[in-house]
Every structure is written in C-alpha cells, then in structure tokens.
C-alpha cells in the first residue's frame, strides 16, 4: 500500500461520526472506492428501513475518500442521491464510488449503493472542491 492510500484511509478512524455509523473502506485507488456500512437497529428509519441520511453518509464518505486520492485534501460541495428502493433485510450496505472526472478545482464521483445481494438500492453523483492543502505523500 503506497503512502497516500496510507495517508487516506488513516484520516477516518480519526472522524467520530464515520466511526458511529461503522463505515470502512473495503477497497481503494484512484479510480474506485468500496465502502460498507452495517444495517443495524439504530439506522432504522420508522418504517423499519434505513435511514435516507445514513445512506447518504455513507455515499458522501466513500466518494470523498476516493476524491482524496487526488493527494489534496477536498470537502463536499454538492451532491444527489436517488433512493430508488429500501434498504432492508441486509447485513451490510455497500457503495461503490468511480471516478467521473478530476478536475483542476473540482472532482466528480459516481455512486451505487447496494446490498448483499447486489441489488441496486440508490445511486447519485457527488462533486468535492480540492482544497489546496496537499495530504502528505511521504
């Protein structure tokens, strides 16, 4: 594993928040990221389904952490999900994040959500503004 990927993947143990929804990075490098997040009790919507601000948490973090592949720090600028079926009767929610296009101040990523059984759950599209605060490669 190279440095930056290192540099990337230590930044989000270091976030209370992606540590309370329990999403890890399964898969890494610069074109694609998967991530997880388990289906548990405490992400249950009132229809017994996950949360839609969950799902998106979890969208937002493994495309974000692809964006950071870029070697410069980024953060959120917009992004849209479209919720097209529950999630449900599944032990993990996966996202699957591809590189759309890096550009100088921009970056743009595509994600599907999944569950266990690879049924496509929702998709979307997250752009992230580089920074300029380069992540160190060493």
Same mark, same amino acid.
């Given at each position: 594993?190279?440095?930056?990927?290192?540099?990337? !993947? #230590?930044?989000?143990?270091?976030?209370?928040?992606?540590?309370? !929804?329990?999403?890890?990075?399964?898969?890494?490098?610069?074109?694609?990221?998967?991530?997880?997040?388990?289906?548990?009790?405490?992400?249950?919507?009132?229809y017994?389904?996950?949360?839609?601000?969950? !799902?998106?948490?979890?969208?937002?973090?493994?495309?974000?952490?692809?964006?950071?592949?870029? #070697?410069?720090?980024?953060?959120?600028?917009?992004?849209?999900?479209?919720?097209?079926?529950?999630?449900?009767?599944?032990?993990?929610?996966?996202?699957?994040?591809?590189?759309?296009?890096? #550009?100088?101040?921009?970056?743009?990523?595509?994600?599907?959500?999944?569950?266990?059984?690879g049924? !496509?759950?929702?998709?979307?599209?997250?752009?992230?503004?580089?920074?300029?605060?380069?992540?160190?490669?060493?």
């Amino acid at each position: 594993m190279d440095s930056l990927t290192e540099k990337v !993947l #230590g930044m989000l143990p270091e976030s209370p928040f992606i540590r309370y !929804l329990g999403i890890e990075i399964i898969e890494l490098d610069e074109e694609h990221a998967r991530g997880r997040m388990p289906f548990t009790d405490r992400y249950k919507n009132p229809y017994g389904t996950m949360h839609g601000g969950c !799902l998106y948490a979890l969208a937002d973090t493994v495309a974000g952490t692809l964006a950071n592949m870029s #070697g410069e720090a980024v953060t959120t600028v917009e992004g849209g999900i479209h919720f097209l079926e529950p999630a449900a009767d599944t032990d993990y929610v996966y996202c699957d994040a591809k590189m759309k296009r890096s #550009g100088k101040h921009l970056i743009t990523v595509e994600v599907e959500l999944k569950d266990d059984a690879g049924k !496509l759950l929702d998709c979307g599209c997250l752009s992230f503004f580089r920074t300029g605060y380069k992540l160190d490669k060493d």
